[in-house]
């Protein structure tokens, strides 16, 4: 079974200074994506940002990239001149290609706070 | 855009009660999720649907049942309420391709 770890409960940060959410996951698949979602306080979830194992380079969306590291199984998201709006729940998600139905594991989350 | 609708944000039962909660996705996404939220443990699967009148067990089924009788709609029964169900319920779809799920606004139920 794949497990996935967030070892940061809480963050925060300064409006427009960078932060890093840790990721890290154990799996004995090859082939997978990684995703962080992010949960704002109206609590719709919505996709950041998505990596497939097999692609070396790291995703980027914005203001938001990530930090793959696929030997150490750590997927950390760093977020580029925070945003007020950038205050969340941030889940890190795995997900294996052979998976009937696209099952995703989520990650216990970090909440995140952006100061102004 | 991919609607995701739930039929409650907030719910309050009672113990023992018998709680229906709706889903329904305006897609024709073949996949449907019905996921527990809990303050440090993340979402956690409790049953999925791939097509129509198929369910499938996530990770935590007990306590909960499931009903997909068309394709746009997913129901999450909680036969007999317990306090132990108390909790954020997400909803989620995704296509039969492609692995991005598109998530509802999530229902608080609370069971007293």
């Known amino acids: 079974a794949q497990t996935v770890t967030q070892s940061q409960p809480e963050m925060s940060v300064q409006e427009a200074e960078t932060v890093t959410l840790s990721c890290t996951y154990d799996?004995?698949?090859?082939?997978?994506?990684l995703f962080w979602y992010k949960q704002p306080p109206s609590r719709q979830m919505i996709l950041v940002i998505r990596?497939?194992?097999?692609?070396?380079q790291n995703a980027t969306e914005n203001r938001f990239s990530v930090n793959f590291q696929k030997a150490a199984k750590s997927f950390s998201l760093k977020i580029s001149d925070s945003q007020l709006g950038d205050t969340a729940m941030y889940f890190c998600?795995?997900?294996?290609?052979?998976?009937?139905?696209?099952?995703?594991?989520f990650g216990g989350g970090t909440r995140l706070m952006v100061k102004p | 855009d991919v609607k995701v609708t739930q039929s409650s944000r907030y719910l309050v039962k009672r113990t023992g009660e018998k709680v229906f909660l709706e889903c329904v996705q305006d897609m024709d996404h073949e996949n449907m999720f019905w996921y527990r939220q809990d303050p440090g443990l993340g979402l956690r699967l409790i049953y999925f649907?791939?097509?129509?009148?198929?369910?499938e067990k996530g990770d935590i089924p007990e306590g909960y049942s499931v009903s997909r009788e068309k394709k746009e709609r997913f129901s999450l029964i909680l036969e007999s309420a317990s306090t132990n169900q108390t909790s954020m319920y997400l909803c989620?779809?995704?296509?039969?391709?492609?692995?991005?799920?598109?998530f509802g606004p999530g229902t608080r139920l609370t069971v007293l």
């Open positions: 990596q497939e194992a097999y692609k070396q």
């Open positions: 799996t004995s698949e090859n082939n997978y994506y």
């Open positions: 989620a779809s995704s296509p039969g391709v492609g692995p991005q799920q598109f």
């Open positions: 998600a795995f997900m294996t290609f052979n998976n009937a139905g696209n099952m995703l594991t």
């Open positions: 649907s791939y097509d129509v009148k198929m369910k």
